[in-house]
């Protein structure tokens, strides 16, 4: 298994940039499918994108296509979803989770698959 830990959260203006990094430890990370997911308050939690193990093919929510971009630096056990074009509905609690293996497609946004979650980190955008 391995631990994550969200950062780069903040409080920014509506148009503005985030990056924000999840840190896991353990050396089989390379193995897992990395999510990332947002809860807004009063909401249940949404899928938000999805980082496979090669970094590529990232499935994205239609809410945030084209503004965000996953990414992850497998040596440096690190997944990073940098948003840009931030809007106040944005705003939410975010959180990497992982899946062993793969997923394609819709089965990427199942919050069955995720067994290992972050603590989340907040990101608010003001209008």
């Known amino acids: 298994q391995v631990q994550l830990v969200e950062s780069g959260g903040g409080s920014v203006p509506t148009g503005d940039s985030l990056r924000l990094s999840c840190a896991a430890s353990?050396?089989?990370?390379?193995?897992?499918?990395v999510g990332w997911w947002r809860q807004a308050p009063g909401k249940e939690r949404a899928f938000v994108a999805a980082i496979p193990r090669s970094g590529t093919n990232i499935v994205y929510a239609d809410s945030v296509k084209g503004r965000f971009t996953g990414s992850r630096e497998n040596d440096r056990n690190t997944v990073y979803l940098q948003m840009n074009s931030l809007k106040p509905e944005d705003t939410a609690v975010y959180y990497c989770?992982?899946?062993?293996?793969?997923?394609?497609?819709?089965?990427?946004?199942?919050?069955?698959?995720?067994?290992?979650w972050g603590q989340g980190t907040r990101v608010t955008v003001s209008s």
């Open positions: 989770a992982a899946l062993v293996g793969a997923c394609s497609g819709v089965a990427c946004r199942d919050r069955r698959l995720y067994n290992m």
């Open positions: 353990g050396r089989a990370f390379p193995n897992y499918t």
